[in-house]
């Protein structure tokens, strides 16, 4: 029985949720910020990070690492579909990353303790990681390359 080769579409939608969720987080965290400084518009408009609440900041940041190691998640799951090499092994590392991303996010925009976020983040590293090997090896052996 083959796999239907869009199901990687799954995983890459769930990180695009995640995205989109931790987007809408960061707007309410700066609105509360704002209105907790009575800051209007203006005077954010060139704002530092001394100018956001901590939980603005925090929102901030993890919406910004939404957009750097999910960069090579989004790749593989696109080289994986082009190549065809999409089975049950690369569906589950998918959504094992995104996985690894949700704790991330709940660690990084709660209680921010850096090493439970930094196991986290090393193990989105090694999913990601095996997903770039399983493909690279599939690809290399069935000579696509």
């Known amino acids: 029985m083959r796999l239907d080769q869009n199901l990687i579409l799954v995983p890459v939608l769930a990180q695009v949720l995640l995205t989109l969720v931790v987007m809408v987080h960061m707007g309410r965290a700066r609105a509360r910020s704002m209105r907790d400084r009575r800051q209007r ?3 954010v408009a060139l704002a530092t990070a001394a100018d956001w609440s901590d939980e603005a900041r925090k ?51 709660g209680h921010n303790r850096v090493k439970p976020r930094f196991i986290g983040f090393l193990a989105g590293v090694a999913v990601l990681t095996a997903m770039w090997t399983l493909l690279g090896w599939r690809t290399l052996s069935a000579g696509l390359v």
């Open 41 to 43: 518009m203006d005077d």
């Open 59 to 109: 929102a901030q940041n993890n919406y910004a690492s939404q957009f750097e190691m999910p960069v090579l998640f989004y790749a593989a799951a696109a080289f994986a579909l082009i190549t065809r090499a999409v089975d049950v092994a690369m569906v589950l590392l998918a959504l094992a990353f995104v996985a690894t991303r949700v704790v991330h996010t709940f660690i990084h925009t």
